[in-house]
């Protein structure tokens, strides 16, 4: 026999084989997480890279996902976006070569909305666990497959205006944010909100560029200008480095401090009297037994278990919003018995009520959840207060209205 009809046996050989003894790979199905790791993001996408892993393994321990009538393990292909846009949009490439079509990605909203400019070819389903701006959302600007399980920050300006001005009665409130797009949206929905409510509140504004060091100039600028309320909002690694600073310079003898928005991985991170008296927003909270919503208390409480057997702590806001996003994600996969971009993100829309770790919640659609508890207004508690390193602070108002999102009309729907 010749060598080239022995080398043709072989290679067909070798292809009866694969066809009737599937690899591994065949029968797994990889999905896309990308986080930012290093510097400013670093306190957060850990836990985001974490929670991932978990629902991951709970999914995998039920059995995985049905793809076109063939049951598949999820396989998370995580990566690092260096909280920068260019390298976010480099990585998507990466993913869209290897044929990875399903993405959870998200960490600092710059970076999510260079994701949402990427994919309005629709080669590739984004869900975003993060904040972006409101803008992203309207019909002309969203990619055909994107979404975000927590949805616009410009709502953050909203709600907190409105808790500032209905509670404190300020003369004079100012805004201190970090100059990108999370604080840039946190900013619009507070002059809006303030300039139709509340028209007689003088506003200013103040801001500081992500990574900032030392705030020591800027908060030196914010007892200047004297406010009655200083509406903060830095994230990641800014946002315990402006807190401990806030408090080692006395800034709170002098102003109200309303923190707009935290998680618990960044407010651990700030020592407990820094935070005492301090008025903050979250997104969702760890600990929601007085709520009074039974099967919220229970959703959460499974979910703080499951994080907390895994990890040893309780999880982070992020931590909830990723831990929905990917499982958002694969109930679309299962739904549509299909990793199809298009296909997927029309099965969650076709069925868009879910229940989570945050409550009841339904999908509107330009692709962000309105919850029934939407964000959490709580007050920082002092070391001597605490009954231990997890009881961080009070819940005094929840709001559960539409402040959350802007009517889908005004959206362009």
């Known amino acids: 026999m010749k060598r080239k009809d022995i080398l043709a046996g072989c290679i067909g050989t070798l292809f009866l084989l694969a066809a009737a003894c599937p690899s591994g790979a065949q029968n797994t199905l990889k999905v896309g997480a990308m986080f930012s790791l290093p510097g400013a993001g670093s306190a957060v996408g850990k836990i985001q890279v974490e929670v991932v892993k978990l629902?991951?393994?709970?999914?995998?321990?039920?059995?995985?996902?049905n793809v076109g009538g063939k049951n598949m393990k999820i396989e998370p292909v995580i990566r690092d976006d260096e909280t920068k846009p260019d390298v976010a949009v480099?990585?998507?490439?990466?993913?869209?070569?290897?044929?990875?079509?399903?993405?959870v990605a998200g960490t600092f909203a710059h970076v999510s909305t260079a994701l949402n400019e990427q994919v309005k070819d629709g080669q590739t389903f984004v869900m975003v666990p993060n904040g972006i701006e409101e803008k992203v959302f309207e019909k002309k600007?969203?990619?055909?497959?994107?979404?975000?399980?927590?949805?616009?920050?410009?709502?953050?300006?909203?709600?907190?205006?409105?808790?500032?001005?209905?509670?404190?009665?300020?003369?004079?409130?100012?805004?201190f944010l970090p100059d990108y797009a999370y604080g840039h949206g946190a900013a619009r929905g507070a002059k809006r909100y303030f300039k139709e409510k509340q028209p007689n509140i003088k506003?200013?504004?103040?801001?500081?560029?992500?990574?900032?060091?030392?705030f020591t100039s800027y908060?030196?600028?914010?007892?200047?200008?004297?406010?009655?309320?200083?509406?903060m909002g830095h994230w990641g690694n800014d946002a315990i480095n402006a807190l401990?600073?806030?408090?080692?310079?006395?800034?709170?003898k002098e102003s109200k401090i309303v923190f707009n928005s935290i998680g618990y991985t960044l407010a651990s991170g700030v020592p407990a009297d820094a935070l005492d008296g301090v008025t903050m927003g979250w997104w969702w909270y760890h600990d929601l037994s007085?709520?009074?919503?039974?099967?919220?208390?229970?959703?959460?409480?499974?979910?703080?278990?499951?994080?907390?057997?895994?990890?040893?702590d309780v999880p982070d806001s992020f931590a909830t919003f990723t831990y929905l996003a990917i499982m958002e994600t694969l109930r679309g996969v299962q739904a549509s018995s299909s990793t199809?971009?298009?296909?997927?993100?029309?099965?969650?829309?076709?069925?868009?009520?879910?229940?989570g770790p945050k409550g009841p919640a339904k999908w509107r659609i330009d692709g962000r959840p309105e919850y029934k508890f939407v964000y959490y207004i709580m007050d920082g508690k002092g070391a001597k207060a605490r009954k231990d390193k997890q009881d961080i602070a009070k819940i005094v108002e929840v709001y559960t209205g539409p402040e959350l999102c802007l009517p889908l009309k005004e959206m362009g729907y």
């Open 290 to 312: 007085g709520l009074k919503d039974p099967a919220t208390e229970k959703a959460t409480s499974e979910f703080v278990q499951k994080y907390s057997k895994e990890f040893g």
């Open 55 to 65: 629902a991951v393994k709970e999914v995998n321990e039920k059995g995985g996902v």
């Open 219 to 231: 908060i030196i600028k914010v007892k200047e200008a004297k406010p009655d309320v200083v509406m």
């Open 203 to 214: 506003l200013s504004e103040l801001w500081s560029p992500v990574g900032t060091p030392d």
């Open 90 to 103: 480099r990585r998507l490439r990466e993913y869209q070569n290897e044929g990875v079509k399903l993405l």
């Open 141 to 175: 600007e969203k990619a055909p497959h994107f979404s975000s399980t927590l949805g616009a920050v410009d709502s953050i300006g909203r709600i907190i205006g409105d808790y500032v001005s209905k509670t404190y009665k300020p003369k004079h409130v100012m805004l």
């Open 244 to 252: 401990k600073q806030v408090y080692e310079l006395g800034l709170r």
């Open 340 to 355: 199809d971009p298009a296909k997927v993100y029309k099965a969650i829309m076709d069925k868009p009520e879910f229940m």
